[in-house]
């Protein structure tokens, strides 16, 4: 079972970034999915989740309108899309897959957003 977290990197303020999550090991269909964000010196934070059932999408207050997280589950994946991007949004992102009682997380990707 795994999750792998790939797509972070180094952008300007105002850039975007799509960052991926591959699950392998087990069938994103029957898992909802997250992804929570650590910043240096702060606690990880959730950033977006999508449901397995109807795909319903929630949003942080910080990241909402300018985020979007969507899954395709024939490529068993789901994304993260990050658009008008701010330095307060650098941080490691990490995905989170989660079917009670099993949740698993990937390992981390580093964002980088500044001028």
């Known amino acids: 079972v795994q999750l792998q977290a790939s797509g972070g990197g180094f952008v300007q303020p105002g850039g975007s970034l799509r960052l991926s999550c591959a699950l392998s090991g087990f069938n994103l269909d029957y898992y909802a999915i997250a992804w929570f964000r650590q910043a240096p010196g702060k606690e990880r934070e959730g950033v977006s989740c999508i449901n397995r059932n109807d795909g319903d999408t929630a949003y942080s207050d910080s990241v909402k309108g300018r985020f979007t997280i969507s899954r395709d589950n024939a490529k068993n994946s789901v994304f993260l899309q990050m658009n008008s991007l701010k330095p307060e949004d650098t941080a490691v992102y990490y995905c989170?897959?989660?079917?009670?009682?099993?949740?698993?997380w990937g390992q981390g990707t580093q964002v980088t957003v500044s001028s």
């Open positions: 989170n897959a989660k079917r009670f009682p099993y949740e698993y």
